[in-house]
């Protein structure tokens, strides 16, 4: 089976990438590479001992996708290729709607027109808004706070339409929880620019001395030590999610919505001190005023992704801690 990656240069298309070499598809990637960088594609390679075939194009620019799918026949697209900074979407919300948006109509303007209407996308627990019980599952309303996270809920909304007319087109939403963590050979992880908004990868500047503390955002959340809880998740696990869901969007049509996360909650000072156990390494704290936009507590209901897609999450906290670190580690130069 041959499968295009959108956005399979970036964090976790790349893992998803190895998992499905490992599994023996055919991998096909375009990426415009405004969030990753080429050398991705040898990593892979180094990782898997098999090539992926890499195509330079943008989302925004139909033009520039065609080239793919004339020279290509999928199964199905895993479609990652996206802006996720919550933060600049709320500063920048047109470039967040045009991206992500127009980008992805474009996109399956092209599966329609190549015949190729099954698509696994990635969206996130984000469109949960501020769930007011948790565990979170499927069923469970939708909002949002942010531009970023209203593209999520629109594209959901947008990929759904396209089965109600169409009986030939089937969709796998996967809502993600917070993905840490990285491959264990230290060649793909995460590495943001600038100063990161996210959690681990913040953690990871502080620990190899390019910030001298983390800010801990807010301590008087009604969560056991008052800091915010989350479900974090390893990005390998993730990405094997995404393989399982192949078999999933290809042999079925219609909608299909799953939570890809641990269905266990970690406090902000949880992931502080599995780092310092799991590395040896001090991670200096303050207590800073909450994070515009945050909630208490989000972690996932699992069960209906173990139920129909037989997966689950196998790597814990520490696990995430270590591979993350060594990645950091090895990638501190750049
Ligand atoms: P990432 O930024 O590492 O990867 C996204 C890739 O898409 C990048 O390589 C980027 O260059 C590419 N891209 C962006 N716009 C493009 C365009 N117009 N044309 C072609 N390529 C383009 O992000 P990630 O963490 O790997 O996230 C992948 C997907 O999962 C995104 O859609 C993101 O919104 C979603 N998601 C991420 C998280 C998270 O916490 N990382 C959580 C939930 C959902
Ligand atoms: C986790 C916890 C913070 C940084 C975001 C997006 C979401 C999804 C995943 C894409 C919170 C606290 C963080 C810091 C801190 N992405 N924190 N100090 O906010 O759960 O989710 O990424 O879809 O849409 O919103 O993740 O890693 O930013 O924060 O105390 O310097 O860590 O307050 O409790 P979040 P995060």
Redesign the pocket.
Same mark, same amino acid.
């Not at 990652?80 to 996720?84: I, R, S, W």
């Given at each position: 089976m041959k499968i295009l990656v &959108?956005?399979g &240069?970036?964090?976790?298309?790349s893992h998803t990438c190895v998992e499905l070499l490992n599994r023996g598809y055919e991998v096909v990637v375009?990426? %415009?590479?405004? %969030?990753?960088k080429i050398d991705v594609v040898d990593k892979i390679k180094k990782i898997t001992g098999k090539e992926i075939t890499f195509y330079k194009?943008?989302?925004?620019d139909k033009e520039s996708m065609r080239p793919v799918f004339e020279e290509h026949t999928f199964d199905a697209v895993i479609h990652?290729?996206?802006?996720?900074a919550v933060g600049e979407s709320v500063e920048k919300p047109l470039l967040y709607y045009q %991206?992500n948006i127009t980008?992805t109509l474009n996109l399956c303007e092209l599966m329609n027109e190549y015949q190729c209407k099954k698509i696994i996308f990635?969206?996130?627990a984000t469109v949960y808004g501020s769930p007011k019980t948790v565990p979170i599952t499927e069923d469970f309303p939708l909002s949002t706070t942010n531009p970023y996270g209203s593209t999520k809920l629109m594209l959901e909304g947008i990929l759904s339409d396209f089965c109600v007319p169409d009986e030939e087109w089937s969709v796998v939403l996967l809502r993600?929880f +917070?993905?840490i963590g990285a491959h264990e050979s230290g060649l793909l992880g995460?590495s943001p620019n600038g100063i990161p908004n +996210?959690l681990m990868p913040y953690i990871m500047q502080v620990a190899v001395g390019k910030l001298p503390e983390l800010g801990v955002f807010g301590n008087d959340y009604d969560t056991p030590d008052g800091t915010g809880v989350r479900d974090y998740i390893h990005v390998v696990d993730l990405a094997k999610g995404h393989v399982n869901a192949v078999q999933k969007v290809t042999g079925t049509t219609g909608v299909n919505i799953y939570n890809l996360g641990t269905g266990n909650g970690y406090s902000v000072l949880d992931i502080v001190k599995a780092f310092e156990e799991a590395n040896g390494v001090k991670i200096p704290y303050s207590i800073k005023p909450r994070r515009a936009g945050d909630i208490a507590e989000c972690y996932a209901n699992p069960k209906k992704a173990k139920e129909e897609l037989g997966w689950e999450a196998q790597y814990d906290l520490r696990r995430m801690c270590e591979d993350s670190w060594r990645f950091a580690k090895m990638n501190q130069g750049q």
């Open positions: &959108t956005g &240069t970036g964090y976790i298309g375009f990426d %415009n590479l405004y %969030n990753s194009a943008d989302m925004r990652f290729a996206g802006l996720k %991206n980008g990635s969206s996130s993600y +917070n993905p995460e +996210n």
